[in-house]
């Protein structure tokens, strides 16, 4: 005798939907974690800002004064910003390549 023999139609309706949702919030949860990048990473190599240099740069450098060179030497892309805060618009500075901006004020990489 299993448990569903002991109640109605209703109630077996109300616990398949129970264990429906449940395991699809489960589900969700699992994906949602998967999806969720890792930790920052440094990348390897230097990142030369205004003449400092930075080994295995990570993250955002603020503050930094205009005009700004930027010397990549990594394998990663880097990111020039006019905001102080790494947000909004960006150009890009390939990897082994150099940007000279005006406007720059941080950078991401």
Do not use: W
């Not at 939907?17 to 969720?36: D, E, N, Y």
């Not at 004064?65 to 618009?89: E, H, I, K, M, W």
Request: aromatic residues 6%; positive net charge; glycine residues 10%.
């Amino acid at each position: 005798m299993s448990v569903f023999d002991e109640v109605g139609e209703q109630e077996k309706q109300f616990m398949r939907r129970h264990v429906t949702k449940t395991l699809g919030a489960l589900a969700a949860a699992i994906a949602l974690c998967v999806a969720l990048p890792g930790p920052v990473h440094a990348a390897s190599g230097q990142l030369v800002l205004n003449g400092r240099v930075f080994t295995d740069p990570a993250g955002c450098f603020r503050e930094l004064n205009a005009p700004l060179s930027v010397q990549n030497r990594t394998r990663t892309v880097a990111y020039v910003f006019a905001t102080r805060d790494c947000t909004g618009p960006a150009q890009t500075v390939p990897a082994g390549q150099t940007l000279a901006s005006t406007g720059g004020h941080s950078v991401r990489i």
